[in-house]
Every structure is written in C-alpha cells, then in structure tokens.
C-alpha cells in the first residue's frame, strides 16, 4: 500500500470513530432565555429623534426648477445610439469591459481570502499613493506636469493627436 492510502484509511478511521452518535428519540435541551447583565450591551436599538441630531448634520430638501424627463433622457441617448456606425464594435467593447470587471472581483476576492495579503496589498497601495502625491500634487510645477500629460492622453484617446 501506498503512503496515500494508508493515510487516506487512517484519515476516514480516524473520523468515523470522532462522528457523535445522537439517538434518533433523545432532542437537544432548549437553551434558556438571553438577557443581559448591562445595558451598554444592549443588543436593542435605539431611536434618535431628528431634535437630538445636531443642526450642522440635518440636511434639508430644497426645490429647483430643474426636472429631468425620462422621456428626454432615452430619445437623446436613441439619437446617440442611432449616430454610432460600428455598433457591434460597442457592444463588444462595453460586453469587455464588463467580463473584466466579473473576472477582476473574482481576483479581488481571490486575493482577499488569502491571510495577510490583504494587508500587505492595503500597504502598497497606501505607499504608492503617498508617492503618487508627492510626485504629482505636492508642488505646483509637478501638478501642471501631470494635466499636460492628462491632456496628451486625452489627444490619444479621442485620436485628434
């Protein structure tokens, strides 16, 4: 016999004999009920009326003149629709970029299961955006650096360069 099998045998003993054995007459006792020695652990929730919640946390609704009319939104975006020429290209595009947003939360929790690598992923991205804001947005000549090159990008993508 292999190693394997003899620890797969000794491994399937080895939970057999830890299985418990209930009679099939016998229940579970009921557990008796909770309550609780405090109240700052309360499990209870409670009400706060709008008059204890300070003023510089209330907002108030206010009116403005301007509607938007659903009808309006879906005609411009048919009109929109109707100017595009390579619509199955669109469609190939958008059925992309929403497989890599499925297939980049499957890796993002992937990686989130994994112990301490969560923490470790949380560390690099903590150091690059410090360096991204010292190198970009601390000093003013830098922050004109950076939007010329956002509008560079932009010529490229719109493809006007």
Known sequence: MT?????????????????????????????PPRFSLSPAFSTSFKRISVSRIPSR???KASSTDESIDSGEVFTDLKE????VENKSTVLLYGGGA???????SILVGAINSVPLLP??????????SG???????????????????????????AGSE
Not at 6 to 22: D, F, N
Not at 80 to 83: F, I
């Open 3 to 31: 190693a394997f099998t003899v620890a797969t045998s000794s491994c399937m003993a080895a939970t057999a004999v830890m299985k418990p054995r209930l009679p099939a007459t016998s229940s579970l006792p009921c557990l």
């Open 57 to 59: 946390f209330q907002t």
């Open 80 to 83: 929109k629709w109707d100017a």
């Open 98 to 104: 929403l497989l890599g947003v499925w297939i980049s």
């Open 119 to 128: 923490k470790i992923m949380e560390l690099v991205g903590l150091g690059y």
């Open 131 to 157: 360096w991204f804001v010292y190198r970009y947005l601390l000093f003013k000549s830098s922050r004109k650096e950076l939007s010329a090159d956002i509008e560079t990008l932009k010529k490229k993508i």
